[in-house]
Each structure stands twice: as structure tokens, then as C-alpha cells.
């Protein structure tokens, strides 16, 4: 492993980790369900990410996103253990709590209902639709780099993508 970054290289993954921060909180609180978690996760991806400092900046998104896949799978492996272990296997509450700042209540309330109903849609995807509609649509990444992140095929992230697309079709039209 590399040694990280050097003193020129840090405004550069700065201002990566900068652009990315809130993409990667959304994808990861959609995995955890859970905001402290999600937090968690982002952080210690972009702390196992200055290692990779050194790297040539193009290589940084693909190796970020799946460091935090990793990290978010992992969590979900030890919660899914530690809570059939301790509680017999209840779920924990999969609601998101966010907060709205537009000055319209009414614009406000039709987008935090929205946003929730599609919430509640991404929960219900399975793992693998989830990330490559995550990925793909939310991230903007190419096939081939999300195929990377994920550890499969080309096709196999065009085939969860399409129905991941067909399970969130009448969600997505309340955002349009």
C-alpha cells in the first residue's frame, strides 16, 4: 500500500472529498438506513481513502466508491449479525429523517413526501438494484466504472439497473 498524500496533492482530494461528501452520505444512509451509520461509513471511506492519495486523481471515484461500498457492506453484515444475535432479529426502523430549508411550505411538503415514498422504494430494492441505480443514475457513473465498484459484469449492473428503473418508475415520476 502507498504511502498517501503528499502536502501537494491535499487541496486536490480536498476538493474531492469536498464534491463527493453528499452523494456518498445519500448512498450510504440508503444502505444503512441509518444517519450515524452512514456518517460512519463515509468517514472511515475517505480516511482508508488518503492511503490512496498517491494515485492518479481519474482513479480516485472508482476507488472510492467501492471502498465505501465495502465499508457499507460490512456494516450491514455485522448489524444484520449483532441484531440477530441480540434482538432476535428485528429490523430497525428504515425511516429517513431529513430536513427541508425551501421557503415554500407547500413546494416543501409535496417534495419531503415525494422524497419519502422514494426512500421507501429504494429501501424495498434489493442490495445490488439499489447500488446500481445509486451508482449509475444518482452518480453518473459509466457501465464499465460501476461494473468496477461492484464486482461484476457490464451486464449484470444493465440488468439491475433495469429493474431497479421498473421497480422506481412511479416514484421517479413524482419528482418530475
Partial sequence: MSE???????PN????????NARAFRFAEYGLRSREDAMDAVQDAMLKMLAYGDRPSNEWTPLFWRILRTRVIDMQRRRKFRLSWMLGGVEEDSS????????DPAR????????????????????????????RVLEELDVATTASVMGCSEGSVKTHLSRARAALQPYL????
Avoid at 498517501?4 to 491535499?10: E, F, L, S
Avoid at 482530494?13 to 463527493?20: E, M, P, S, W
Fill in 96 to 103: 429517513v429523517a431529513w430536513a427541508d430549508t425551501s421557503a
Fill in 173 to 176: 415520476e413524482d419528482f418530475s
Fill in 108 to 135: 416543501a411538503h409535496d417534495n419531503r413526501e415525494a422524497f419519502e415514498h422514494f426512500s421507501v422504494a429504494m429501501g424495498k430494492l434489493p442490495a445490488r438494484q439499489r447500488e446500481a441505480f445509486n451508482l
Fill in 4 to 10: 498517501g498524500i503528499d502536502t501537494k496533492t491535499w
Fill in 13 to 20: 482530494i480536498n476538493a474531492f472529498f469536498k464534491d463527493v
